[in-house]
């Protein structure tokens, strides 16, 4: 897994050694699935590359479910995310107390983000893009913009100390078209296992996949595989999610490959090294 030569930690001029340092990548979605959803091939491939990857959720996801209370969705959905951070190999996957559709860009908020992404100080962030049709995924990605600029600001937040080093920041893949599609800055394209691990994090966020989305999406029941086939439930993720997205990335960016994971530069972060992008793509 990770090889300590890739490993210490040292930043110096805004460049990253990777000699003496390991990257680290943080993920911050709005719900305990997004980071998931959009970054899991590449998040495992980083982690057995020697990255050290946190995935954070800003809510505690409690309101996607059909028969179950607020309490005990949000228990089962932490439960999932430990399940799939183990499949990941993530160093850790916070789930922040917010409540589901209903987390907003307070200050409290921006206050709190600011200790989790100083303490990581990651190299790289990935979140949302700021249009989007979820208000919660509107709002993280919002805090995260407004995070950045922060950062480096000591006498914000100042119990936490400014880190030396400032992230690179990156958009999650979306289809929307307005105001504009995104631009494919940094495609990632998913070998046989990186979608392995990518399906068998997604398997288990059983109470979205196999029971709040097939739900909301109108999938028939009988549809839906039994929790003890794994074969049939990566099979299930694939036809409804990732094989319209990965059919739609390929023609709307002219793709050669099958399976992707895309993201877009924001212009608040830092400018990312060539080597950066290439540890990123897979490609050290
Ligand atoms: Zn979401």
Known sequence: MASENASADHFSRGQWEPAVERFRVMVVGAHPDDPDFHFGGTASRLAA???????????NGDKGHFS??????????LAETRAAAKVYGLEDYVVM????CELAPTLENRLALTGLVRKFAPH???????NDYHADHRATSQ????????????????????PKTKPSVWYLRDAFENPRRMRPDLVVELSPSDRENLFGGLVCHRSQFFEWLPFDMGIPADEIPPADDAVRAREFIWRHWFRPRWSMDAGRFALAGEAFEIFELSEYGREPTPEEIRFLKGER
């Open 68 to 77: 179950m209370s607020s309490a005990e969705l949000a228990a089962r959905r």
């Open 143 to 162: 805090l995260v913009m407004d995070v950045t600029y922060l950062l480096g600001v000591p006498l914000w937040c100042p119990d936490v100390p400014v």
């Open 49 to 59: 590359h020697g990255a050290r990857v946190v995935f954070v959720s800003l809510t």
């Open 124 to 130: 790289a962030v990935f979140t949302h893009r700021p």
């Open 97 to 100: 107390d917010n409540r589901d």
